[in-house]
């Protein structure tokens, strides 16, 4: 370079350092001063020795090899591993893992411009993680109230996958209102305990042991999940809880293996349970007539349709999809006769088995469902060899419990309500636009 041209760039920068800057991040992207940044706060979690990610990527020399598949993973959302539509249905969501569009931009430039390291001294300090054997909501919550462990199982080294089922005593002889639970598996076997889901099992009238609200659900890598305030979510007095845990074997044997469920409880029982005007339940939205009116053609595409409406208003706190191998897209609407206008909630056009998320919304942005809506839940299955999923696509398939048979369901968190709480929700509700739009309007 010459002196006059490099007096000449010298001047620019000087001029302008802002600008450059501001540039330079969005286009010129290094692992130290962005890239780090992004991979600590959204993937390192699972992607550190000892956790579920395939491998490790705590440092430039462990991102650098993966950052043309990082590349392609993030941008097409795969990563990390929440499947959840960005312009479609409520985006408040608790605990939401996607990244933004700025993040995904600034990793794909990154990489477009060959993963430069820049300049060392622009690296974040590193993040500490909770171990992998204490409890993710305890930082914010203390200790757990209350403990229900899995009985004791044998995880294999290697192997197919493994379905274990046991009942347990829940272990609590007065009704409780939830105020949080999560599932832990064990840390020896984090890598290997897919799922863990666990629901009630009460007596009935004449006796007989059945099946009760559900407890919790955990894929690898989820948290915890709070109950609104003021909402009460029950673990009935006396009751037993069925386990429906999915081991597979990852190369590590783990003898004995427990699956523990921590719950934090509400202080305010009494009034919670007294209070039936505002119980919350999370139960299974069937989104066909029945659980066994439908079969998927080999190699055929199929989708299945539920209504559902309350005689009483409602809020919808949390939606979960609920398929098995074939399922691709789910979504939940409703359907509000007086005006005959339908309204998506949520949807997940890219839904895989692999991932299973409770989407919570934000306090606040919860739908309020009027009495005679109708919820509408469609999902879509795809049988052909395009679905990476599916085992084999020469198959008909029909519902039924194993991971090879379908399931058409959503798990969804309602809040049962009178006219009076529905009445005081949109009050707060309206308020809150009108505070929104005045301070809007101040700004401009
Ligand atoms: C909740 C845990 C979790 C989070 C968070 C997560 N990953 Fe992953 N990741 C996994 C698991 C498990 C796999 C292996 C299964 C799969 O490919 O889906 C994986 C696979 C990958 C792969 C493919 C590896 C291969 O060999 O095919 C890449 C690349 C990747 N992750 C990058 C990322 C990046 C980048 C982030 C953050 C932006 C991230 N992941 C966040 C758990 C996670």
Redo the contacts with the bound molecule.
């Keep these: 370079m010459t002196y006059q041209k490099a007096l000449k760039t010298l001047l620019v920068v000087a001029a302008f350092p802002a600008i450059s800057n501001a540039q330079d991040a969005a286009t010129h992207p290094t692992y130290a001063k962005e890239v780090s940044r992004?991979?600590q706060d959204?993937?390192q979690?699972?992607?550190q020795p000892g956790s579920?990610?395939?491998?490790s990527?705590m440092n430039y020399e462990e991102v650098r090899p993966?950052a043309p598949?990082?590349s392609m993973?993030?941008s097409n959302r795969?990563?990390?591993?929440y499947h959840y539509d960005t312009d479609a249905g409520i985006q408040e969501l608790q605990n939401d893992?996607r990244?933004s569009q700025a993040d995904i931009d600034t990793?794909v430039n990154w990489v477009n411009a060959g993963s430069p390291m820049g300049n060392p001294e622009d690296l974040p300090q590193p993040k500490m993680f909770p171990a992998v054997d204490e409890w993710r909501l305890a930082g914010e919550l203390g200790q757990p109230d209350h403990i229900i462990k899995s009985e004791a199982w044998d995880v294999p080294a290697n192997g197919q996958d493994l379905w274990w089922k046991p009942i347990v005593d829940a272990g609590i002889d007065e009704s409780r209102c939830i105020k949080a639970v999560e599932t832990r598996p064990s840390a020896a076997a984090i890598g290997s305990t897919h799922h863990a889901n666990s629901h009630f099992k009460v007596l009935d009238a004449s006796g007989n042991w059945v099946n009760g609200d559900r407890l919790s659900e955990f894929a690898?890598?989820k948290l915890g999940e709070k109950v609104p305030k003021g909402a009460c979510r029950k673990v009935p007095a006396n009751s037993k809880v069925e386990w429906e845990i999915h081991y597979y074997p990852n190369g590590i044997a783990v003898p004995n293996d427990q699956v523990s469920i921590g719950i934090w409880y509400y202080d305010e029982e009494d009034d919670f349970v007294e209070e039936e005007s505002y119980r919350q339940d999370l139960r299974a939205y069937f989104l066909t007539a029945s659980t066994d009116d439908y079969m998927i053609a080999p190699h055929g595409k199929l989708m299945t349709q539920g209504f559902q409406s309350f005689d009483h208003p409602v809020r919808i706190d949390s939606w979960q999809p609920h398929m098995h191998l074939r399922g691709v897209a789910m979504s939940l609407e409703v359907f509000y006769p007086e005006t005959g206008r339908t309204e998506v909630l949520s949807q997940a056009s890219n839904w895989t088995s692999?991932w299973n998320h409770s989407h919570t919304y934000q306090e606040g942005f919860q739908p309020l469902i009027p009495a005679g809506a109708t919820l509408i839940m469609t999902a879509w299955y795809d049988n052909t060899a395009d679905n990476p999923m599916n085992p084999d696509p020469d198959q008909w398939v029909g519902s039924g419990q194993r991971t090879t048979d379908e399931m058409s369901h959503a798990w969804i968190a309602v809040s049962h309500l009178d006219e009076e709480a529905y009445q005081a929700l949109l009050s707060e509700r309206k308020e809150r636009e009108k505070s929104s739009v005045a301070s809007v309007d101040g700004a401009n």
């Design positions: 992004i991979i959204n993937c979690v699972c992607h579920v990610g395939p491998m990527l993966w598949l990082i993973r993030v795969e990563m990390p591993p893992w990244l990793i690898i890598g692999a």
